[in-house]
């Protein structure tokens, strides 16, 4: 409601600073749909569906777009697509095995090396 709280229940009570709790814990994180397509096919696809169209426009849901012709990424904001490219590129690791008995924290993102 609002973006500042929750309702509760049927009553309509609001329940202030619910979205912020356990924030302190857990990393808030969106969605990111990558789609491999032309970025015209993707667009007319989703602003079909008005309700899909506003999870996009509205940023709730991040989408990049991967041209499957010349790889080329570009993420959709502000209702276009713009060139992308990733702020760094991740290690590779050809096995997590180890990182998973020892680590108690969220763990970076790694290229799994098959």
């Keep these: 409601m609002g973006l500042i709280g929750v309702a509760n229940g049927i009553d309509g009570d609001l329940r202030p600073g619910l979205p912020n709790q356990m924030v302190e814990l857990h990393d808030p994180l969106r969605l990111l749909t ?5 970025e015209n096919v993707i667009l007319k696809t989703i602003q079909r569906t008005p309700q899909l169209y506003e999870w996009f426009i509205n940023e709730w849901v991040h989408l990049v777009c991967i041209d499957p012709e010349t790889k080329a990424m ?5 209702g276009a697509f713009y060139p992308y490219s990733p702020e760094y590129i991740p290690e590779t690791k050809a096995d997590l095995t180890n990182y998973f008995k020892t680590e108690t924290g969220n763990l970076p993102v790694y290229l799994l090396k098959s």
Excluded: A, G, T
């Design 34 to 38: 990558i789609v491999e397509h032309k």
């Design 74 to 78: 570009s993420k959709f904001v502000d």
